[in-house]
């Protein structure tokens, strides 16, 4: 079974920058996507940026050009690294595992349990 283990969040002013880590292990399918999504209290549960095992990446357009998605195969560790933070990115983050598909937003089937970043003067 996948595991998703989330790390980094925190306490940043406007402008700062975080790095959020997720421990992956347990990897069921050969082809898949990894993403980031974000939930603000109040809001719906948004995609903020997602790699493919093949490395394509994709971000959501209020963040391009702020973040960034990695992915270490050798420490099995998804990364998210947030520049120029604005408040309005406070949220709830959250990893997640998804078979690679078409409408792989669809078919996340395990999520870690989510990191808190807070952008704040």
């Known amino acids: 079974e996948v595991q998703l283990v989330e790390s980094g969040g925190g306490l940043v002013q406007p402008g700062g920058s975080l790095r959020l880590s997720c421990a992956a292990s347990?990897?069921?399918?050969?082809?898949?996507?990894m993403p980031w999504f974000r939930q603000a209290p109040g809001k719906e549960r948004e995609w903020v940026a997602a790699i493919d095992s093949e490395g394509k990446t994709s971000y959501l357009d209020s963040v391009k050009g702020r973040f960034t998605i990695s992915l270490d195969n050798a420490k099995n560790t998804l990364y998210l690294q947030m520049d120029s933070l604005k408040p309005e990115d406070t949220a709830m983050y959250y990893c997640?595992?998804?078979?690679?598909?078409?409408?792989?937003?669809?078919?996340?089937?395990?999520w870690g349990q989510g990191t808190q970043v807070t952008v704040s003067s």
């Open positions: 347990g990897y069921t399918y050969r082809r898949y996507v």
């Open positions: 997640a595992y998804a078979p690679y598909s078409g409408s792989w937003k669809q078919l996340v089937d395990y």
